[in-house]
């Protein structure tokens, strides 16, 4: 049986999905988070699934033979944090995680409670850190 991935851009608008939102810290989190990496990427939001907000795509291919699209950089603003995903492994990510504020990470998920917490230059830098890596290791969408 083949495998379907269910992480896939959808016609969901980003604008009624944050609006959605229950939480008001979280739901203006995301719009700032939404211009930010609207700016960096200079890609438009898109949904992927039912819950991330995701900026460009790329098409990665494993080992197994396992292959997808996936976003170039996103974020979901969940019920108990925000989840931001960034590559892992970009030139200067262990400073930058270090200078970003209170975060929790896991390999390439950044997760934020709230967003006055973390210093945004930091993470502008990260997420152009990470882009320019994406690019590179995977240079068509």
């Known amino acids: 049986m083949a495998y379907e991935a269910k992480t896939k851009t959808t016609e969901v608008s980003v604008a009624d999905f944050i609006a959605a939102v229950e939480n008001p810290k979280r739901k203006a989190d995301a719009e700032v988070l939404c211009a930010l990496f609207e700016e960096i990427s200079g890609e438009p939001p898109k949904m992927w699934g039912p819950s991330i907000i ?49 975060v929790k990470t896991s390999v390439s998920c950044m997760y934020v409670n709230r967003l006055d917490q973390i210093d ?21 969408g």
Do not use: N
């Not at 974020?75 to 970009?90: D, E, H, L, N």
């Not at 030139?91 to 200078?99: P, S, T, V």
């Not at 830098?125 to 690019?135: F, G, I, K």
């Open 54 to 102: 995701g900026f460009g795509k790329y098409h990665y291919r494993y080992d197994s033979g396992h292959e997808g699209d996936a976003p170039r950089l996103g974020f979901s603003p969940r019920k108990a944090q925000t989840v931001i995903y960034v590559m892992s492994g970009f030139k200067g990510q262990d400073e930058m995680i270090a200078r970003i504020g209170k």
């Open 120 to 140: 945004l230059g930091v993470l502008r830098e990260m997420a152009a850190a990470s882009l320019a890596q994406m690019r590179e290791q995977y240079p068509e």
